[in-house]
C-alpha cells in the first residue's frame, strides 16, 4: 500500500516507525532496514528516509561519521533509487553542512542515471535557499564545464535562491551568455525569466542585464520575463503591462511600452 493510500494518522506511524529503525541502523553494524527504505518504490517513503536520516543527523551530533560513512557506502549502490535517496540525504545535511556533503554531489552531478542528476539538482535548490553562499561557490566552479548538460543543470539548479534574491545568481548567469549549446541557452533564459516576477526582482534583473553584452540573448530574456507575467499572472508582483511599461524605460526598441 502506496504512503498516501494510508491514512493521516497511519502515516505519522509510520514515519515515526521509520525514524525509529533508521535510528537503531545508526547505531548498529547494520542498515539493513534504512536499505529498505532508501530503495522502496514509493517516492514518499523514500522522501520520509531522507528526511528522517537528515533529522537524526541535526540533533545527534556523535552520529555524523556514521551517518556520512553509510551514506557513502550505499552511494555506490547498484540501485539508482538508493543513490538518488543518498543524494536527497546530504541535501537535507548540506542545509547547514555543505562542506561534510560536497562530495556527493561532485559524483551524483555525473551519474548514469537522470533521478540521481535530478536530485543533485532538487537538492542544490533546496540548499541555495538556506545556505547559499558555499552552494553558490561550489556551483561556481561547473559553470564553465565541458559537459554542456553540467552547465544546464547547475543553471538551473541556482533558479531558487534567485527567486528571492536575483543578486546573488545574476554574476554566475552572467558567465552563460555566450554558451554555444542552445539548451544551455533556452535554460538560462528561462531562468531569468523564473527570477524576475517576485517583489523587486524585476528592477535587479533588469539593472544586471543592461551590462551583459550578447544583445539577441537579453532580447530573449526580456520577451521571456514579459511572458512570465502573464503566465504567473496570479503570483507576479506586477502586471504584464506594469512590467512591459518598465522594461520599456531601458529597451524601448525591444519592447513597446503598449501590452
Known sequence: MGFYALTKQERVGLVLKMQDKMLKACHSESYRDMIAYFSDEDTYIRKSAYLGIGRIYLSNPSLHRKIIAILNTLL????????????????????????????????GLFDAHHSVRNAVIGSVKKMGEVNPQPILEWAKTYLNHENKEIRREICHGIELRGRKHPEDILPLLKTL???????????????????AYKQGCLEKVVSELQTWENTTLVTDALKEIV????????????TQAEAISYISLYYPDIISAKP
Open 177 to 195: 551568455q555566450f554558451d554555444p549549446t542552445k539548451r544551455v541557452r533556452n535554460t538560462l533564459v528561462h531562468v531569468i525569466g523564473q527570477i
Open 227 to 238: 511572458d512570465v507575467h502573464q503566465r504567473y499572472r496570479n503570483f507576479s508582483v506586477k
Open 76 to 107: 555506490a549502490s547498484d540501485d539508482f533509487r538508493i543513490r538518488q535517496t543518498c543524494i536527497n540525504t546530504a541535501g537535507e545535511i548540506g542545509k547547514f553542512d555543505f562542506e561534510t556533503v560536497r562530495s556527493f554531489f561532485d559524483i
